[in-house]
């Protein structure tokens, strides 16, 4: 009797994923225009505006954290730099300490990658290579049957210099842009209009360049499982194909 081929463990369910479309509005697009046409004395004045427009992404961190009953080092992070715009409108700081705030959170993020890689919780685990992404029990199965789990973990230090790159370059983009556009001093109507437009603009010129070479990160990794693991993409991705559905990869 031919023995059965080991089966690849059961994929557990993914928690669902939030809206992006929702985490757009609320992070981004009402918390500009709050500070554009609410900033006027006539109406809900600088400061007021500032808290009310920050509480948005404030709000919206805080739900997603308790949501998830589990603590994440960027979710707090962006928590913090919300916290941290808000001091620095509301005490009326020099507007290059925004800037200086801007570059600091992607590059802490940058360097916060790098150092965990040498700990027992890689960050790139959490933002690549994930069970809501890739389906880990089905890949490492399949890596530890072919002897490749070394391989893999090599690409994963080459994905992890990737990743870092990825935040190093919002850094740079996110401090020239603050400089350009937000001169007017903190706590000032002009200020606010100036950190909306800087809000509305730094979506299309970082995030969305920093979502495409994340993007090509995972292109990178995917290509590696399905050369280390011999799964089909469909197999290497969470939800995809089950492995008595597809043929072996080509």
């Known amino acids: 009797m031919t023995p059965a081929a080991p ?52 709000g919206w961190g805080l739900w997603e954290a308790w949501r998830h009953r589990k603590p994440s080092f960027i979710a707090a992070l962006g928590v913090v730099s919300t916290l941290l715009t808000g001091g620095i409108g509301l005490l009326a ?71 870092a790159a990825t935040f190093f370059f919002s850094a740079v983009m996110n401090y020239g842009l603050a400089r350009w556009i937000v001169t007017s001093p903190a706590g000032s109507e002009a200020f606010n209009a100036e950190l909306g437009r800087l809000t509305l603009l730094s979506y299309p010129a970082i995030a969305l360049p920093s979502m495409l070479m994340m993007v090509g990160v995972l292109l990178y990794l995917t290509r590696a499982l399905r050369r280390l693991t011999g799964l089909r993409l ?17």
């Open 7 to 58: 089966q690849a463990p059961e994929r557990a369910p993914a928690k669902p994923a939030a809206n992006p479309l929702i985490e757009i509005l609320v992070s981004i697009v009402a918390p500009a225009l709050i500070l554009m046409k609410l900033s006027e004395a006539s109406r809900l004045g600088p400061l007021p505006a500032l808290a009310l427009a920050l509480a948005f992404p404030l």
């Open 93 to 163: 700081l020099d507007a290059r300490w925004l800037a200086v705030k801007e570059a600091a959170v992607p590059a802490v993020i940058g360097l916060a990658v790098l150092v965990s890689a040498r700990t027992r919780w890689p960050l790139v685990k959490v933002l690549v290579y994930n069970p809501s992404v890739i389906d880990v029990p089905r890949v490492e199965h399949a890596l530890a049957e072919r002897g490749n789990a070394a391989a893999f973990e090599r690409c994963l230090g080459t994905a992890t210099w990737m990743i």
């Open 234 to 250: 469909g197999q290497v991705l969470h939800g995809g194909e089950d492995a008595d559905e597809a043929g072996p990869a080509g």
